[in-house]
């Protein structure tokens, strides 16, 4: 797919009346087409990861070509300069949520950029570095507890930044966290309860992280994926000579018990 074709995509799918509710959700208008999502993937999934398009798409500026560039921009080709790069031009939060899911989680250093991004003063890189780490504790099922836990700390520091939308990702990144498992759900309580010493506008990231984290719901979840992880798996019992001999004469030749073919789709 072509850049010209891209934006062919895009304008086609314009929804004026989509613009002022999203200026409502603080997502910058100026710029923008109000595609859809759902229909920003499809374009996503026919034109594949092409690098060269993505950048096409983001140097136009127009905000749904720079969603649409997250989503098709080749990890491979992505450094940490580059990542920064881009997360200079972020001025939505969707667009800076939308790149940590569909670009930088996929990046072989995306722990390290956690920590480059929210050293930023920037408001909207900032917030890309706590949203990024909310991200990968969703999806990164390789992360183990210690490297979540080590983030703890910097998400103590960034818990009473001014900036709303700094202490959303903030808090967002914490409540993951604690939701992934009941070891980490205790540590991301017991944080938020440091956090809330702080006062000021920390107050709200740790209460409310709090509020879902000991959520009764969440407490079942967590319970119920312990108690899975727990189960020992059962021996097979032993299947002497003479019973496997048995069965062989039983099983007509050419068919193998047991196996069922699966369906297409």
Known sequence: MTPDQAMARLKAKVRPDALPHMARYGIATSNAFGVAVPELRKIAREAKRDHALALALWQTGVHDARLLATMVAEPARVNEAAALRLARDFRSWDLCDQCCLNLYRFLPFAHGLVRTLAAREEEF???????L??????????????????????IEAGANDPRLLVRKS?????????KRNPALNLEAIAAAERIL???????????????ELRDVKVQARLRSRRSSTEQVPTASPQVSPRSKTARARAVPSGSRPGRTRRPRG
């Open 125 to 131: 890189v900032k917030r890309a570095g706590f949203s």
């Open 133 to 154: 780490l909310a991200v990968l504790a969703v999806h990164d099922k390789r992360a183990d507890d210690p490297v979540l836990l080590a983030f703890l700390p910097l």
């Open 170 to 178: 903030v808090n967002w990144a914490l409540r993951q966290i604690g």
């Open 197 to 211: 010493k702080q006062g000021g506008p920390a107050r709200w990231v740790a209460s409310d992280a709090m509020r």
